[in-house]
DNA sequence: GAGATGCTTCGGCCGCGAACGAAGCGATCG
DNA sequence: CGATCGCTTCGTTCGCGGCCGAAGCATCTC
């Protein structure tokens, strides 16, 4: 059937470790090398060269030339998606899973990007700040930014207008967050909050990891403007 | 790392020929037995019941047994949703791809149920008539029934005000139709739809597919209350 | 009861594809 | 201009996992 046959071939390209590894490093966006990828992957270069081949010719990564560098990145956000779902039932339709161990894992949890937007404690806690105060309404599904939210993030000096019309690209949608297990805030609004969030030096990257560190500023500044306090 | 290890675990889960199609099997939301599934698997009754162990285990499939029957059917709608998000992907996302040949592909094409409401021509064809007569609002992401599209289903006979607080299911959303690349109606009202569809006859299930019939009836109704005509 | 039917378990076979190292090629650096 | 680095290609090895058929255990039918 072509159909299932379609379905297996996709799925059976994300289902090998070392390529799950490097998709999975891939979700915060980012483009990363070869070598970069081979590392994730825990494999050998030229290993990770066939794994990159394959997902290259299936147009689940794109890839582009820079120097003696090749540097691969997520094909579209439908790849994204894709894997979000994955994802998503991988940590919360599956079998009972249990909470971090290392260090790594809990600043995971705390707050870390997904793709272009927060997940993690951060992310859901922004999330039910924007939903209480009004800000945003969300269903299982479904996300909009209300008038007041509008006026209120122009308020901390996030230019909401000039996303407003991007009617292409989802606006506001919620995201189930697999380690809270509750939905956080994506689209493009999400985008933008967390650009706002780095920008402003309120969250920083850790190196090697889609987690981001809280930084004192940005304890005191997610306080005051959400009431979120995150210790 | 936690993260990848449990992606690759489920993808290589869906990433077997003979499982994907199983699982591609129930998409519509029946209940299916061991025997089916292992002849739309295109295996063994001894291999399907391997297939189908794991499957059960990584809780991707609920069973329940009846008599000496036992049947398997999509654990979650969450499972759907993965399963949709990998489909939309290889139809749209992937290599491009080719129109159908065999006359069974054609009638898919047509139309034919996915998960639980409409899909196929049929069911964007509908989506299209509801948005053209301002019966609902479609974004990427999100979608709304209005006001005005309420009252318009309530007077073709279908109970919309009862559906209506079903807040903790998604009311109306749009779902990525893989054939014609162009959204359909999904949620309680794209399934009310189908329901609807079926309970009069517009349209009958064709026999070990999910494709449908479009009835004479059906033909007649869907043009006067929709303006659809599927020649 | 005997005989189907539905499904699972067991044992053994076989092939795909992931793995590595060595070698080659192109780009960059000193 | 070598030397190094980033990546790919090639040839080979090897183990996991899918496959089947035979046998076994239920359950329903007559």
Redesign the pocket.
């Known amino acids: 059937m072509t159909v299932g046959s379609n379905l297996a071939e996709v799925a059976s390209l994300v289902g090998?470790?070392?390529r799950a590894n490097m998709l999975a490093a891939l979700m915060d966006g980012r483009a990363l090398?070869?070598?970069e990828l081979a590392y994730v992957g825990g494999?050998?270069?030229?290993?990770?060269?066939?794994?990159?081949?394959?997902l290259e010719a299936a147009h689940l990564l794109s890839v582009v030339k820079q120097?003696?560098?090749?540097y691969f990145r997520l094909a579209s956000p439908l790849v994204s998606r894709m894997l979000e779902g994955i994802m998503t039932f991988a940590a919360i339709g599956g079998p009972p899973r249990y909470r971090p161990h290392g260090p790594k894992d809990a600043a995971m949890w705390l707050a870390r990007t997904c793709y272009d937007h927060l997940a993690g404690r951060l992310g859901v806690a922004l999330a039910d700040a924007m939903v209480a105060r009004g800000y945003v309404v969300l269903t299982d599904d479904a996300g909009e930014l209300t008038p007041r939210g509008e006026a209120a993030l122009g308020d901390i000096g996030l230019a909401v207008d000039s996303l407003q019309h991007a009617h292409k690209r989802v606006f506001c949608r919620p995201c189930l967050d697999w380690s809270e297990r509750r939905p956080h805030l994506a689209g493009t609004v999400g985008a933008a909050l967390a650009h706002h969030c780095f920008d402003r030096h309120w969250i920083e990257p850790i190196r090697d990891s889609r987690a981001v560190r809280i930084t004192p500023a940005g304890q005191i500044a997610l306080r005051k403007d959400f009431g979120i306090d995150l210790s």
Not at 67 to 70: E, P, Q
Request: a positive charge; hydrophobic letters at 30%.
């Open positions: 090998d470790p070392a090398t070869a070598t494999v050998s270069a030229s290993t990770a060269s066939a794994h990159l081949g394959k120097g003696r560098h090749r």
